[in-house]
């Protein structure tokens, strides 16, 4: 059509022709991605600055010794590195993330902001209700940028070299056993070079302490 716009004789089969001896294709149709957005337009340059300000989570996979997947939800607060998290299952949807996110709520407050990608799980509109109904910020990490979601994937790092490539695992019972035995012995246990040496709870307990004021002499 554009050729005979120009002015030009043609004859369409041969145009075909050169067409596919070119390599030349129309690109196939895809879906559009839906991607999440920010509320926190400094999200990306945003560093926690004290206990549940920013928790960031992100998804680990293994598998028992039948090849069947197992899915790790993992949530980290950013400033106290603790895990507040590590639910195992087959799989784990958004509703499943919901469950987790609500249990975490209940026992600490809600953060003022998520960290995470843009995985179906986070941006999905009942997680974004959760967020507006517990007036929590979303911060969503850009698409195959994992560095952005720094806390998180050094607590990956760490739970893969140190859990899931040490362990096997017959049951998902007995995954999930051991990986909240070894969170716990993450989080109480194990100094953290960037705690000064402190583990994450014992790190957090001094924090809160040393925001206690001063008491004064009358």
């Not at 998290?85 to 958004?94: E, F, I, L, M, P």
């Not at 979601?149 to 019972?173: A, C, G, I, K, Q």
């Amino acid at each position: 059509m554009q050729l005979r716009r120009e002015g030009h004789t043609i004859n369409r089969k041969r145009v075909q022709r050169l067409w596919r001896e070119e390599g030349l294709r129309v690109p196939q149709k895809a879906r559009k991605r839906r991607r999440g957005h920010s509320s926190d337009p400094d999200g990306a340059r945003r560093r926690a600055a004290r206990p549940g300000e920013v928790w960031a989570i992100d998804f680990q996979f293994d598998a028992t010794n039948d090849a069947r997947q197992l899915k790790s939800l993992n949530v980290v607060d950013e400033f106290t590195r603790q895990a507040l998290a590590t639910h195992v299952a087959r799989s784990c949807d958004a509703d499943g993330v919901l469950t987790v996110l609500d249990r975490l709520q209940a026992e600490h407050g809600a953060p003022e902001f998520l960290r995470m990608d843009n995985g179906p799980e986070m941006i999905a509109q009942a997680l974004k209700d959760w967020c507006r109904f517990n007036t929590s910020g979303t911060i969503y990490i850009d698409p195959g940028s994992p560095w952005q979601n720094p806390y998180v994937e050094s607590f990956n790092s760490r739970m893969r070299d140190e859990h899931w490539n040490v362990e096997e695992f017959t049951t998902l019972t007995e995954a999930q056993i051991l990986t909240e035995q070894w969170r716990i012995e993450y989080n109480t246990i194990r100094p953290h070079s960037a705690l000064d040496g402190h583990p994450p709870d014992e790190y957090a307990e001094k924090w809160q302490q040393d925001q206690q004021p001063t008491p004064t002499l009358s």
